[in-house]
């Protein structure tokens, strides 16, 4: 069983979940100046995380099902989010409260150790993702996304994964051919 | 007393230390390919990270005296870095080997949670930095850095603070003035 249906599974034995959500195409979860007082699990549907620069879309990250998801700088700074998280398409999404997942985090041995992998696996993906936004080749961009995140070709619409790769849908269309 | 003053007395404590470089100015730590097996502290002296695009050396951090750096990528993931740690003026760094150094993070309550505590903060500083990267303004970026680390502009020479920055060191010098 993989790290994410653990730790769901835990939450449903002691019946954490506070929130519950659906979204439809385009509905917000979050908005910027928002504090995000909640961590979520998909149960079904995409999200993107995207920010505003100029009037410009700026994806950061995408989230999936079964996978764990939040407005991270809001979470764990308690200040007001920066991000908007908008459903890619029709979406359910349950929450847990930030005090009851941090307490359950570090009720066990093995929960602060899950919780620190999952940590130390984000800062590693953080950095991968602050290499992308460095590297100038489009195609390079494509290549290190494509090898990390095959899935997210299969699930997330071009102009979203555009955005995230910082290019245009043309670009996009052009590098995917050669 | 902050918590790397914190760590290093216990480091001190239980003589972890494994090694200790002086780098003269301009001088490798570690360049990209290798496999990082240490934990550093700065001592005295100034430290960048960079990676290579496209021939063009692409600052991403600055470590200081009080500060705790490694080479990341490496350090978390075991595969060979793709940073550059180089001195920018003479320093002197010692360094605790990477079981060690996790070993005594989860060695009692206290530590795990100091270890937690600085995860999230790595966490936060990434996704502020990826917010930087992705601000489109010259003056923007610069504002951000400038208040989440004026110390920057003390310690670190212009033209890295530019590259930092993702700008030439002229359109620098001109947002410093205007």
Known sequence: M???????????????????????????????????????????????????????????????????????????????????????????VKGVEKNAFNDLMQSSEENARLYLMMLQELVVQQMEREIDLLTTSPMERYKRVLERSPHLFQEIPSKHIASYLRMTPETLSRVKKS
């Open 2 to 92: 993989d790290v994410i249906q653990h730790l769901k599974s835990k939450i449903n034995d002691l019946h954490l979940w506070s929130k519950e959500v659906v979204l439809k195409r385009n509905e917000f979860l979050i908005r910027p100046g928002a504090i995000e007082k909640h961590i979520y699990f998909i149960e079904e549907g995409t999200i993107r995380a995207y920010i505003e620069d100029e009037g410009e879309e700026q994806v950061i990250r995408f989230a999936y099902p079964n996978s764990i998801f939040t407005a991270l700088d809001s979470f764990l700074t308690g200040k007001p989010t920066l991000f908007y998280l908008q459903a890619i398409k029709h979406c359910r």
